[in-house]
Each structure stands twice: as structure tokens, then as C-alpha cells.
């Protein structure tokens, strides 16, 4: 994938930093300080940030990849996301994720060069009974099939 990190100014990353100078503890409300910023954690952070918090940059990374709010790439300003758990599957999941691949032009993980869509598959969006189901940021679309997945995806 082409890097579309942006340019970033040593001033701009003191300026978030400071508020966690020594603060090992804070990591978490740190991380979130950035992604709230950027959209997600630019890799040029991970050092500043393991040398403001006293800890080693690959401290920084495993938190990052251990908590799944944290993305290390941009990320859309829409998030979608298809349900790949079982009660989804048996009801036809997979045909809502294949349209949502199609309308989308995006494979499982994958955000659009305009940045509009990110396109996550997950285990379980809660709502089983309403199986297949499919969340545009925080709404949920529930029995889902192709056509209305369509329809949802294309209004946005
Ligand atoms: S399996 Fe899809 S919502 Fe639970």
C-alpha cells in the first residue's frame, strides 16, 4: 500500500506530547491524543512518544497492536464493517460482504485512496438476531442481503 503519511513537524508532535512527559501510565489517553488528531498513530510518532513516556519503542508498538482501536495507516472518514460470524454467515453474510468488496472497490482492511471508506471485516457486531448485519460508523443495518447492502453503501 502507497504510504500516505503526511508530513509532520517536530513542533507539531512536541505540542501533543508534552501533556504525557513522564507519564507511563498515560499511554493509552496518549495514543488516543494522536489518533484523535491525525485519524490514526503516524509511524513517525511511535519514538517521540516511547521517549516521552520513558518507555521503548517497542512498549509503544505493542500496545498499538494489542488494543484494535489503534491504526498505525489512515483510515476513512467511513467505516464499514461486515459481520463475518457465524449467525451472519448461515444467513448469507458473505454475499453482503462481497457487495460491500464490489460498491466499495475495497478488500477486508483496505481504505480508499480519497480516504471516504475503510472496509473491516469483524467476529461479532452484537446484534445476531438482526443477522446479516452491517455498521456504517455507528448504525447498524440489520437483515441484510446484496440489494439493500448496495442501496445503504451508495447513499453515503
Ligand atoms: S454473528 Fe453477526 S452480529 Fe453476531
Redesign the pocket.
Known amino acids: 500500500m502507497e504510504s500516505r503519511c503526511p508530513e509532520i513537524q517536530k513542533e507539531e508532535i512536541d505540542d501533543i506530547l508534552k501533556d504525557f512527559e513522564g507519564k507511563q501510565f498515560e499511554i493509552i489517553p496518549a495514543l488516543q491524543a494522536i489518533q484523535a488528531k491525525y485519524g490514526y498513530v503516524p509511524p513517525v510518532f511511535v519514538k517521540p512518544l516511547a521517549e516521552a513516556l520513558r518507555l521503548f519503542p517497542s512498549q509503544v508498538q505493542g500496545v498499538m497492536t494489542f488494543y484494535a482501536q489503534f491504526s498505525m495507516t489512515p483510515r476513512g472518514r467511513n467505516i464499514v464493517r461486515v459481520?463475518?460470524?457465524?449467525?451472519?454467515?448461515v444467513r448469507g453474510?458473505r454475499s453482503v460482504l462481497r457487495t460491500a468488496n464490489r460498491v466499495l472497490g475495497l478488500g477486508d482492511g483496505e481504505t480508499s485512496e480519497d480516504l471516504n471508506f475503510t472496509l473491516e471485516t469483524?467476529?461479532?457486531?452484537?446484534?445476531?438476531a438482526?443477522?446479516?448485519?452491517m455498521t456504517i460508523n455507528r448504525t447498524y443495518f440489520g437483515l441484510m442481503n446484496p440489494k439493500k447492502a448496495e442501496t445503504v453503501l451508495k447513499t453515503i
Do not use: F, Y
Open positions: 459481520c463475518r460470524g457465524t449467525a451472519c454467515h453474510g469483524v467476529a461479532c457486531l452484537g446484534a445476531c438482526l443477522s446479516p448485519v
